[in-house]
Nanobody
Framework: EVQLVESGGGLVQAGGSLRLSCVAS????????IGWYRQAPGKEREVVICVDSTDHTADSVKGRFTMSRDSAKNTVHLEMISLKPEDTGVYYC?????????????WGKGTLVTVSS
């Protein structure tokens, strides 16, 4: 069974930092692109960072968010600094053979990030 389990969300003040983690199982981790997506209240889900042969990073988070992979632990991290209220949303980890704007094959259930002003 494929599973992507996110953790690390929470409430943080603007300017603060958070580290999200995603543990993957049930598929060949190194053969898949992994990405972080988010859905803000009342908005469509959007890609934050997804890496296949190319690094796809949203302009709104460049210089503030960094994704890393730990193949030994089948884990992906999202380091977020200088958080802004507009970063608030549910953050999802997703996997597929390539990065897609949406419609990735595998999704986690999400973790909520709330940035207060």
């Amino acid at each position: 069974e494929v599973q992507l389990v996110e953790s690390g969300g929470g409430l943080v003040q603007a300017g603060g930092s958070l580290r999200l983690s995603c543990v993957a199982s049930g598929f060949t981790f190194d053969d898949h692109a992994i990405g972080w997506y988010r859905q803000a209240p009342g908005k469509e889900r959007e890609v934050v960072i997804c890496v296949d042969s190319t690094d796809h990073t949203a302009d709104s988070v460049k210089g503030r968010f960094t994704m890393s992979r730990d193949s030994a632990k089948n884990t992906v991290h999202l380091e977020m600094i200088s958080l802004k209220p507009e970063d608030t949303g549910v953050y999802y980890c997703a996997a597929d053979l390539v990065c897609l704007a949406d419609g990735m094959d595998y999704w986690g259930k999400g973790t909520l990030v709330t940035v207060s002003s």
